[in-house]
């Protein structure tokens, strides 16, 4: 298990399963706000479910139309657990803001340099802990 410190975006707890990819995702078409699904299917996590997951995205394609669908799904239950990234993502740190004062359901973001960032794979387990403390778990069974 690997110990790492990152800078808080958005201060809380959250573990799960990570969810990686090295590029941006658009969660205006990309992300289905119903059920979690990622729906872009240019994407590379197409098909894959990001509902409780720790997800592990560098930055988002678009605009304010991230924070809406992040925010309905916070709403409707299927939001990412918490969010790690590269660099503070204005657009995804605002839903999680905002999910707090609206659903007091607001998902943790932590960014980790980069080379750390790109060691992250699917399959990881993650737990992001306070302080922006992260343990990631990326032994794979044998």
């Known amino acids: 298990m690997e110990r790492v410190k990152g800078n808080i975006i958005i201060p809380g707890t959250a573990q ?3 969810l990686a990819s ?9 992300y289905d706000q119903h059920t979690g699904e990622i729906i ?4 590379p996590l197409s098909g894959e479910n990001g509902a409780g997951r720790i997800l592990a995205l560098p930055f988002t394609r678009g605009s304010s139309t991230t924070t809406a669908i992040l925010l309905e799904s916070v709403r409707r239950g299927v939001s990412p657990a918490g969010i790690i990234t590269d660099r503070a993502d204005v657009f995804l740190a605002l839903a999680s803001v905002v999910a707090d004062e609206m659903y007091e359901r607001a998902f943790p973001m932590v960014a980790v340099e980069s080379e750390i960032f790109a060691r992250l794979q699917s399959g990881d387990k993650a737990r992001i802990l306070e302080g922006g403390v992260i343990e990631i778990d990326s032994s794979q069974p044998s």
């Not at 090295?22 to 990309?30: A, Q, V």
């Not at 872009?40 to 994407?43: E, L, N």
């Open 40 to 43: 872009d299917r240019r994407h």
């Open 22 to 30: 090295i590029e941006p995702l658009s969660f205006w078409g990309g």
């Open 16 to 18: 799960g399963d990570v």
